[in-house]
């Protein structure tokens, strides 16, 4: 099991992100407006060039990564 806040998997032109506990759902549901088809189960998929902008913010906010 990880321990990093977030998964990241790169799928071509999507990135998936995954978060992996509270607070990571919490900081993703306040900093990312998304679409219900845009999620499939725990993860949000998004186009591949919004992603850097999200990563960054992510880190901007002490959570962690794992790609």
């Known amino acids: 099991m990880t321990e990093s806040d977030f998964i990241v998997d790169r799928m071509g032109s999507i990135v998936g992100i995954t978060p ?3 607070a990571a759902r919490e ?3 306040a900093n990312c407006q998304a679409e219900d088809w845009q999620w ?3 993860t949000l998929n998004i ?3 919004m992603a850097p902008e999200i990563l960054e913010g992510m880190t901007a906010a002490g959570l962690t990564v794992e790609s």
Request: neutral net charge; without cysteine.
């Open 20 to 22: 992996m506990n509270q």
């Open 27 to 29: 900081w993703l549901t």
């Open 40 to 42: 499939q189960n725990a």
């Open 47 to 49: 186009d591949g060039r």
